[in-house]
């Protein structure tokens, strides 16, 4: 008989999403429990692609008290006075999540990694990163030059990728992040697709879901 598949775990996420942000260290120590255990496949969903608005002043004191909110919850590291605060900032999330799909194809593997860094530098250090001169200094840090790396950015092919990852998370009828699904092939079920997280939750709680899922006659 052939080997049953390892089972892999569909995260669609956002490198703008703040709740991302606050999920980012149990993603890390979810994937150091289960190992090689699991698979993982990234989608960057698109929290609000192609704004070209800056946002209200109510909705930026919202964000801050979110952003409060993550902070005493995962401590995750906020700047003083985040980018997204600023009153002019237009909240276009369709440039960070283009540079993780670039990432993807110019390095194969470096494409979470890289999504870490700017997701990082936007809200810890306040970095501008609508911007493709800052998305591109990122890239260096993983090896791919900075011409490189704007020349594919800005390539149709890449454009539609990007799409192609917002399509697939519409398909599956996500519109809040993090969300992650794991996918199951087995001799009963060749395609189990189960929902394990919707939202922030804490490691322990991830772990268990994950854990259910694996485990669960589907």
């Not at 399509?167 to 809040?176: D, H, L, N, P, T």
């Not at 394990?196 to 772990?207: F, H």
Request: aromatic letters at 12%; proline letters at 7%.
């Amino acid at each position: 008989m052939p080997d049953t598949p390892t089972p892999r775990l569909l995260c669609f996420l956002d490198a703008m999403c703040s709740w991302c942000y606050g999920f980012t260290p149990v993603m890390d120590r979810v994937a150091a429990h289960f190992g090689n255990r699991l698979d993982y496949l990234t989608f960057t969903g698109g929290l609000r692609p192609f704004s070209r608005e800056p946002m209200a002043e109510a909705m930026r004191e919202k964000l801050a008290g979110i952003y409060q909110r993550i902070s005493e919850i995962s401590g995750q590291p906020f700047a003083a006075m985040p980018r997204s605060m600023d009153p002019g900032f237009i909240y276009d999330t369709e440039p960070a999540s283009r540079a993780i799909v670039t990432m993807r194809h110019a390095a194969p593997g470096e494409d979470y990694p890289y999504y870490r860094a700017i997701q990082q530098a936007f809200y810890a250090r306040a970095e501008d990163i609508t911007q493709e001169d800052v998305l591109a200094g990122h890239a260096e840090a993983f090896g791919v030059e900075r011409a490189a790396f704007l020349e594919l950015f800005r390539s149709e092919p890449i454009k539609q990728a990007v799409l192609n990852d917002f399509g697939v998370a519409k398909q599956f009828g996500i519109e809040g992040f993090p969300t992650l699904v794991l996918h199951r092939t087995d001799s009963q079920n060749p395609n189990a697709l189960l929902l394990v997280g919707q939202g922030y939750a804490p490691t322990e709680e991830m772990i268990e879901r994950i854990e259910a899922g694996l485990a669960a006659e589907v």
